[in-house]
């Protein structure tokens, strides 16, 4: 049987693993994660990420990936927590603020970038979609649908993998945009889990990639949460 939401926690369950807020101070360089799951993570912000009063979704900040110097969130990895075995859905709010060939929402990967993950918003070869793509061993394999973000608008995003269906399941702002047929691999990631940025073909963090505020980042595990169009949270989990 699959497990279940926890509606009494409001989205703050024992499958949230990653649960980053944003309601503080401008440039607050704190980060806590505040699920009720998994491992307590440790949260370090790159190259100036921090807290913004530029545009928030909920509260007084959002978190502030909009810096010239690809700044970006690095959380350790833990396989029982970030890998990509069993059910698992990943939701956020996003605001672009600029956008490049490829716009990262969150990226994992081992040091020699023969296996990574990505989720975000391609632009590539001038075809507008969000995007999963897993690599393993170097065969990398693409998830896409087709639809357009603009900048400055917020946007809530989700990627639910059902590996007991064998499915990744896109969502925007609610409403299922598709259903893809999925072949589960065991990945072998060592590298942190990112929060906008990602992995290039070399396990380094990519050079050029698009800039972004987020706010209320979920990583659950062990729940596909969604399935079906819903109505995305109106506060904070």
């Not at 699920?35 to 921090?50: C, E, F, K, L, Q």
């Not at 009063?53 to 810096?67: L, P, R, V």
């Not at 693409?142 to 059902?162: E, P």
Request: contains cysteine; charged residues 15%.
């Amino acid at each position: 049987m699959m497990p279940v939401l926890d509606r009494n926690g409001y989205g703050n369950d024992s499958h949230a693993v990653l649960l980053i807020h944003s309601d503080t101070t401008n440039e607050d360089t704190n980060f806590v994660d505040s699920s009720r799951g998994g491992t307590a993570h440790t949260i370090t912000p790159v190259n100036g990420a921090d807290h913004s009063t530029n545009t928030a979704k909920f509260g007084a900040t959002s978190i502030d990936c909009i810096g010239t110097g690809n700044n970006y969130l690095s959380i350790p990895y833990v396989a029982g927590d970030f890998g990509i075995q069993g059910c698992l859905t990943i939701d956020t709010w996003v605001n672009l603020n600029s956008i490049q060939t490829f716009n990262p929402f969150c990226g994992i990967a081992n040091a020699n970038g023969a296996d990574r993950f990505f989720f975000g918003y391609s632009t590539f070869n001038s075809v507008n979609e969000l995007r999963v793509f897993i690599e393993v061993g170097g065969s990398l394999t693409a998830y896409n649908i087709g639809t357009t973000l603009s900048t400055s608008t917020w946007y809530h995003v989700s990627a639910t993998i059902d590996t007991v269906e064998q499915k990744i399941i896109f969502f925007l702002d609610g409403e299922l945009l598709s259903t893809q047929n999925f072949t589960q691999t065991n990945t072998s990631f060592t590298q942190p889990l990112t929060i906008g940025s990602s992995y290039g073909a070399d396990g380094t963090i990519a050079a050029v990639q698009g800039t972004m505020y987020f706010d209320e980042f979920r990583f659950s595990k062990g729940i596909c949460r969604h399935k079906r169009s819903f109505t995305p949270p109106n506060r904070p989990y």
